[in-house]
T-cell receptor, first 113, second 111 residues
């Protein structure tokens, strides 16, 4: 079956540090890949996505590249801010009917001033 | 305007009670979902509903039942609540692209 594996948190960084959150997946076919962000007390919001190999999704300074050869979709940001503190979810959609997305367990990111 | 809205946002109740959470989306999406998020933030899909086709995650107890009066609404009804049902429940919707739009969540606490 499909699965998504993320690095476990919490990840604690200082402001302006470089961020990487690892995500690898297992799926049949050619899934679309997503990063969602959940700020405290809120629902999940789409951060970025990529629909085919070598695509790069980007938004709000975050980037992730769809690497089929390593089945990875690592999230990166060059200089994090306190406002980036949130839980980040990697997810995949294998297109198998109305069964939603398969999510990773989430990575809690804490940015300290 | 809120795209996916859920009510109530907080729900505190006793074991054994029955409760409902309502969800509405104004995005014109065809598919709606219910997800459960536990205390460790793990998200698990419970149901999806598309053009009157209900797909149920086989691990969901039959005490949970979705009800869809129309394409814009998918309510969640829970019978005989148990302590382990305490969680945050998220409604979501999507179109063919399957990019999910989430509501703000409904935090259920069972005492």
């Amino acid at each position: 079956g499909n699965s998504v594996t993320q690095m476990e948190g919490p990840v604690t960084l200082s402001e302006e540090a470089f961020l990487t959150i690892n995500c690898t997946y297992t799926a049949t076919g050619y899934p679309s890949l997503f990063w969602y962000v959940q700020y405290p007390g809120e629902g999940l919001q789409l951060l970025l996505k990529a629909t085919k190999a070598d695509d790069k999704g980007s938004n709000k300074g975050f980037e992730a590249t769809y690497r089929k050869e390593t089945t990875s979709f690592h999230l990166e940001k060059g200089s994090v801010q306190v406002s980036d503190s949130a839980v980040y979810f990697c997810a995949l959609d294998s297109g198998g009917g109305a069964d939603g997305l398969t999510f990773g367990k989430g990575t809690h990111l804490i940015i300290q001033p | 305007d809120t795209a996916v809205s859920q009510t109530p946002k907080y729900l505190v109740t006793q074991m054994g009670n029955d409760k409902s959470i309502k969800c509405e989306q104004n995005l014109g999406h065809d598919t709606m979902y219910w997800y459960k998020q536990d205390s460790k933030k793990f998200l698990k899909i419970m149901f999806s509903y598309n053009n009157k086709e209900l797909i149920i995650n086989e691990t969901v107890p039959n005490r949970f039942s979705p009800k869809s009066p129309d394409k814009a609404h998918l309510n969640l009804h829970i019978n005989s609540l148990e302590l382990g049902d305490s969680a945050v429940y998220f409604c979501a919707s999507s179109r063919v692209t399957r990019e999910l739009f989430f509501g703000e969540g409904s935090r259920l606490t069972v005492l």
